[in-house]
């Protein structure tokens, strides 16, 4: 798909290395679960239809699982008419638009490609932004889309999931039952156990430190598609903190999306803690907005 986007070279060089390593691990893990479960057809199975089902369903589940609901212009003027204009400077589809009635200030784009892409925002965003500080969280969002992002993070993602959903499908599935097998189920459910931690952790690793460049680069994207990195950056301090002031029971339900949302939804992190983020720490994200406000110069480029 051609867009306006500028080109980012470094995030395409990530994405493929951080896929094609994923997809070594893919391999691997299928490989060991077709040798301890003894079933080619049954792993093949189950690793097709989960990975259809994340990819080809996660807009759906996203809007679902964020109570957010599609609204037309006529709901949403100002709104579309944001969308609308970014649209057209970036010179491509526009998605399908979404409010989340949370108070939780935040957004998120989600779909396999820009022609099936949902770009959300909460009620709680549109009420503390102004509109051209909503500009800047809506081109970081569309920057998302024009990258493919989505379709690469979810994919990504499906890996860890599918370690996780294993070890319960171990449980349930009656695999490991059954008289005169005691010791050597143990044996198999442990091996499914110890492979499946390990897929999941190496997937976690690669798919935060991609997913924490990839903000980086859409904070770029959107700054340059509307040469305001300044509102973006008041923007990001805005719903930064009073992300912070949110009890902590209304972030739960949304954090499982961390990696969908413009700004996560937690609190600062210990220096651990963010080794492990999903996003960049905010003073990251403000200084290279800074950077880009100089490279830019002029009227409106100035960080707050």
């Known amino acids: 798909m051609r867009n306006r986007f500028e080109p980012d070279r ?40 989960l990975l259809g089902a994340q990819y080809w369903y996660s807009d759906r589940v996203a809007l679902y699982a964020m109570h957010g609901q599609l609204v037309t212009p006529e709901e949403q003027p100002e709104l579309h008419g944001v ?28 779909g396999r490609n820009a022609d099936h892409a949902v770009v959300c925002v909460t009620t709680g965003l549109q009420r503390r932004l102004t509109v051209e500080e909503l500009e800047g969280v809506l081109a970081h969002e569309l920057s998302h889309v024009a990258h493919r992002d989505v379709a690469v993070i979810t994919i990504a993602s499906f890996l860890g999931v599918m370690a996780g959903l294993t070890v319960r499908f171990a449980f349930y599935s009656g695999l490991f039952g059954g008289r005169g097998r005691d010791q050597n189920t143990a044996v198999v459910f442990m091996a499914v156990m110890a ?6 952790a190496i997937s976690f690793l690669l798919i935060r430190t991609l997913s924490r460049y990839r903000e980086l680069a859409a904070d770029r994207a959107g700054a340059m598609l509307t040469g305001k990195p300044s509102a973006l950056a008041s923007a990001l301090t805005k719903v930064s903190g009073d992300i912070a002031r949110i009890p902590t029971q209304d972030l739960r339900t949304a954090q499982a999306f961390n990696a969908f949302f413009f700004t996560p939804a937690s609190g600062p992190g210990t220096v651990v803690a963010n080794l492990f983020a999903t996003h960049p720490t905010l003073e990251r994200r403000l200084d290279a907005l800074a950077a880009i406000a100089a490279e830019l110069g002029g009227p409106g480029s100035e960080t707050p």
């Open 10 to 49: 470094q995030l395409t060089a990530r994405m493929a290395v951080t896929m094609f390593l994923l997809g070594l691990v893919y391999v691997a893990f299928i490989a060991a679960l077709i040798v301890l479960l003894k079933s080619t057809v049954l792993v093949l199975v189950i690793a097709a239809a």
């Open 195 to 200: 492979v499946s931690a390990l897929v999941y």
């Open 83 to 110: 969308i609308d204009r970014l649209c057209a400077t970036a010179d491509m589809p526009k998605p399908r638009v979404a409010v989340s009635h949370m108070d939780l200030p935040n957004a998120f784009a989600t």
